[in-house]
Structures are given as structure tokens and as C-alpha cells.
């Protein structure tokens, strides 16, 4: 799941990422473009921290969580 790919996969990973690494190369050069907009302080790394933290937290909320409370229903919940 690394971001590092070979240089002839980077620009199809730009368009359509169609693995875990694909994808992972693509919200890095995402961070890294909106980086190169700012001054590059601290404060600018923890922005991108930030908002990737939060985009997260959201897309486990709206689309995983409803699996999991799928899973519930149809299994069982394992919680007391």
C-alpha cells in the first residue's frame, strides 16, 4: 500500500487508482500539490493532517459504519 510506484504507473494513477497503492499515491500528491500552494510550515503539515484525519472519520462513519451495523443485524452484536 505504499505510495512509492514505479514511475510508468503514476500518471493512470492520477486519473483511476485501482489499488490500495494507487490510491495511496494519489491522496499524496493531492497533500503534497495543496503544499506547494503554502509556505510549507508546521502549521500548514498539520492542516493536511488534519483534514485527512477528518475525511477519515467521515468516510468510516457514512460508509463503513452502515456495514458494520449490517453485520450486527444480520450476526449478532458482540457488545454487551
Known amino acids: 500500500m505504499s505510495p512509492y510506484l514505479p ?3 503514476r ?7 485501482g ?3 494507487e ?5 499524496t500528491m493531492v497533500c503534497l500539490n495543496y503544499l506547494e500552494a503554502t509556505d ?4 500548514d503539515h498539520a492542516e493536511v493532517v488534519g483534514a485527512l484525519e477528518c475525511c477519515k ?3 468510516y462513519r457514512r460508509a463503513c459504519a452502515t456495514l458494520e451495523d449490517d453485520a450486527i443485524a444480520r450476526n449478532g452484536d ?3
Open 7 to 9: 514511475e510508468d504507473q
Open 11 to 17: 500518471q493512470a494513477a492520477l486519473e483511476i487508482p
Open 19 to 21: 489499488t490500495p497503492g
Open 23 to 27: 490510491l495511496n499515491f494519489l491522496l
Open 40 to 43: 510549507g510550515r508546521y502549521a
Open 57 to 59: 472519520l467521515e468516510f
Open 78 to 80: 458482540v457488545y454487551p
